[in-house]
């Protein structure tokens, strides 16, 4: 139905940056909703931040200042530009999405994680 492929990921120095990109393929009505969230190792997941098919942003406290969330309709590619890495922004980062298909309605995808390594 729906297939969403992130990129991006890898191991950074704190005080890095890395851009993470999602891109949602497949047979669907719309693309609605689109965020990413992250896990840690013993942690349970935990949203990153999310953009509204309109461009409305929420980010996670943590999350404010340093990281940027944007979207490329046309793409149906959401993005996540990470700055300031700290040791703690170490996890497996997912993104998300809130999709319309003909089958299934309005229903969520996962993607498979992308791994973000920050080193002290």
């Known amino acids: 139905q729906v297939q969403l492929v992130e990129s991006g990921g890898g191991s950074v120095q704190a005080g890095g940056s890395l851009r993470l990109s999602c891109a949602a393929s497949?047979?669907?009505?719309?693309?609605?909703?689109m965020a990413w969230h992250r896990q840690a190792p013993g942690k349970q997941r935990e949203l990153v931040a999310l953009?509204?098919?309109?461009?409305?942003?929420m980010y996670a406290d943590s999350m404010k200042g340093r990281f940027t969330i944007s979207r490329d309709n046309v793409k149906n590619t959401v993005y996540l530009q990470m700055n300031s890495l700290k040791p703690e922004d170490t996890a497996v980062y997912y993104c998300?999405?809130?999709?319309?298909?003909?089958?299934?309605?309005?229903?969520?995808?996962w993607g498979q994680g992308t791994q973000v390594t920050v080193s002290s």
């Open positions: 998300n999405a809130v999709a319309q298909t003909a089958l299934r309605g309005m229903s969520y995808y």
């Open positions: 497949g047979s669907f009505l719309s693309i609605n909703d």
């Open positions: 953009i509204t098919k309109s461009g409305s942003i």
